[in-house]
């Protein structure tokens, strides 16, 4: 079955770094769009970043310049490295893919704390 496991979150100062990884399995991981999502407590689900399978990038506004999304195809494994983090970053951040559409499969996502 399909599994996307996400891991490296955690509790960072503001300014700091974190890098996500997302390791999936039971697709055709070179065929798909990778996405990262996050969601605030009582707030919406938003995308933060997103690779396509030709490489191409697109990312939210609140985090350009300071997020980078990438992916290696020969370990299945798409990354999110953030750096500059900030308290509005707080947030469980979940991997997605997807072929095309709507984000097919979703990971359990993994809690990402920006605070002093």
């Known amino acids: 079955q399909v599994q996307l496991v996400e891991s490296g979150g955690g509790l960072v100062r503001p300014g700091g770094s974190l890098r996500l990884s997302c390791a999936a399995s039971g697709i055709t991981f070179n065929i798909y769009t990778m996405g990262w999502y996050r969601q605030a407590p009582g707030k919406q689900r938003e995308l933060v970043a997103a690779i396509t399978s030709g490489l191409l990038v697109n990312y939210a506004d609140s985090v350009k310049g300071r997020f980078t999304i990438s992916r290696d195809n020969a370990k299945n494994t798409v990354y999110l490295q953030m750096n500059s983090l900030k308290p509005e970053d707080t947030a469980v951040y979940y991997c997605?893919?997807?072929?095309?559409?709507?984000?097919?499969?979703w990971g359990q996502g993994t809690q990402v704390t920006v605070s002093s």
């Open positions: 997605a893919a997807k072929i095309t559409g709507s984000y097919d499969y």
